[in-house]
């Protein structure tokens, strides 16, 4: 990792102390430069036309994905976002009425909500792993509900959106594996934050973003999809011309590989976009990226918690999200400070994480998220600033 060529090729980040990759990051110049290219493509030859002269690079989006996650191209699905790709994984499923599903209560918002979406309409069961005294998942509370109900599906989100906490996600895959349960995994905070195996995670759907710590464009993300599932001819509730083959007036053929969750229709300066910023995370390697962010979101809750504020993180584990209030859970005269001095942030709100946020009796928390292209001394400008 060399910081100041990093830096010099993120255009954004030199006005201002940018701490919100958790909601959207800041695109390396390469992606937005190969976004713009493409659109001026389109307007001199039309959509076709520039798609047909880009099909090599469009190829190349499956390969550095599945080289970022360590998995087989024909595994990689293009989706909008990882909400798109978490509910065409969801609608392959055929949930039937009583049916099983054991999540997390940190698992994201717009998850929650599907699940419930679900209970409401064929009346499955939603059922909530416990939290160890320390916050990390209880993991023998998952195998005595794996026995006791036979699940349809898990779910768990490796980093849920309102605080730092990782969640133990190999743990989960071992036991799903154990009981051949169908296991799905929200990696939308953690994907180019920190390195994601799914050889290790042992997941059967795993769902990412482009926009957050990935640093793509908005309306993209990827999909995951095992073997196993492809294996059982499992596919999205609606496919189109993309997913499969139409081969009789009744009947058609599905597509063998991860592109049968894929819809025909997509932005390709966008998808263009995503494979120049995934190449880039790539390339300065995963691992590098998540040993740097560590020691600068580590760095940030000592110095905050030092002057007096409320780190609210909790786990054994935790990643580049940091989520904090004064100690009277006040976050007004943080949110003006942070906005005067060009910092940039998020607010997690109790309605984003209503079962953490009832549980630390919060309304509100304030949300830094640093990236690798920040630096140590960002970390203690805002420190200081919020110290005075």
């Known amino acids: ?114 699940f419930i979406s679900l209970q409401k309409k064929l009346e499955i069961k939603v059922l909530r792993v416990k939290n160890l005294p320390d916050h990390e998942l209880d993991l023998e509370d998952l195998e005595i509900l794996i026995n006791k109900y036979n699940p349809k599906l898990v779910a768990v989100t ?85 997913g499969a083959e139409w081969t009789a007036f009744n009947d058609y053929q599905l597509l063998k590989t991860a592109k049968r969750f894929e819809h025909w229709e997509r932005s390709i300066s966008s998808m263009l976009g995503f494979t120049e910023a995934v190449k880039y995370a790539n390339r300065i390697g995963l691992q590098n990226i998540e040993n740097y962010n560590k020691k600068l979101a580590a760095s940030l809750r000592t110095g905050l918690q030092n002057n007096g504020l409320r780190i609210l993180d909790q786990g054994k584990h935790l990643g580049s999200i940091v989520t904090f209030c004064a100690q009277d859970g006040n976050i007004e005269n943080i949110h003006k400070i942070l906005k005067e001095n060009n910092i940039y942030f998020s607010v997690s709100n109790k309605s984003n994480a209503l079962i953490d946020f009832t549980l630390k009796s919060l309304d509100r928390a304030i949300r830094l998220s640093p990236h690798y292209f920040n630096t140590s001394e960002e970390i203690d400008q805002v420190v200081k600033i919020l110290a005075k």
């Open 1 to 114: 990792m060399n910081l100041e060529i990093i830096r010099n090729e993120t255009a954004g980040c030199t006005d201002k102390i940018f701490l919100n990759s958790a909601g959207g990051s800041l695109m390396p110049d390469v992606t937005a430069k190969t976004m713009t290219d493409y659109l001026l493509l389109e307007q001199h030859h039309g959509a076709y036309g520039a798609a047909d002269m880009n099909m090599e690079q469009i190829s190349k989006f499956y390969e550095e994905v599945a080289q970022l996650i360590n998995t087989q191209l024909e595994n990689i699905a293009f989706t909008v976002g990882s909400t798109d790709g978490y509910a065409k994984a969801l609608s392959s499923i055929g949930f039937k009425h009583g049916d099983v599903i054991i999540t997390t209560n940190d698992d994201y918002i717009s998850n929650q909500i599907a």
């Open 158 to 242: 490796h980093i849920p959106t309102n605080s730092g906490l990782i969640q133990n996600v190999e743990g989960a895959g071992e036991i799903c594996r154990k009981y051949d349960v169908l296991y799905l995994v929200d990696a939308c905070q953690s994907v180019g934050q920190m390195s994601v195996d799914v050889e290790k995670i042992k997941c059967d759907f795993l769902t990412a973003t482009g926009r957050k710590f990935m640093r793509g464009p908005r309306g993209t993300g990827f999909l995951y999809v095992s073997d196993k599932v492809l294996e059982k001819n499992m596919a999205p509730l609606f496919l189109d011309m993309s």
